[in-house]
């Protein structure tokens, strides 16, 4: 029941940054965790970065020390701020909240995903 909408993606250039927003349609209560995974076309969407409610991080090693994920709880958002962006950074970035309802247990909802292009 909970929509998630995701900006902030466009065409850089290599060693350009951009910064991902993730926004639920309504407030979550219990948010487990949130997370960006990145999927190039014809290959395995892959996770890209995770963020738990008591804010402890996980990165791909491709993006550590260039992306980092944040939330905002009072806006019911997350974050991935990309910085030195490379060409291989290319792809589709989705991003997911797992959480639990009250009423249905444990879930999870997906972005629609934001086309992040890195090229000359």
């Known amino acids: 029941q909970v929509q998630l909408v995701e900006s902030g993606g466009g065409l850089v250039q290599p060693g350009g940054s951009l910064r991902l927003s993730c926004a639920a349609s309504?407030?979550?209560?219990?948010?487990?965790?949130m997370g960006w995974f990145g999927q190039a076309p014809g290959k395995q969407r892959e996770l890209v970065a995770t963020?738990?409610?008591?804010?402890?991080?996980y990165y791909a090693d491709s993006v550590k020390g260039r992306f980092t994920i944040s939330g905002d709880n009072a806006k019911n958002t997350v974050y991935l701020q990309m910085n030195s962006l490379k060409p291989e950074d290319t792809a589709v970035y989705y991003c997911?909240?797992?959480?639990?309802?009250?009423?249905?247990?444990?879930?999870?909802?997906w972005g629609q995903g934001t086309l992040v292009t890195v090229s000359s």
């Open positions: 997911k909240v797992g959480y639990r309802d009250w009423y249905k247990g444990d879930l999870e909802v």
């Open positions: 963020i738990t409610s008591g804010g402890r991080t």
């Open positions: 309504r407030s979550i209560s219990s948010i487990n965790d």
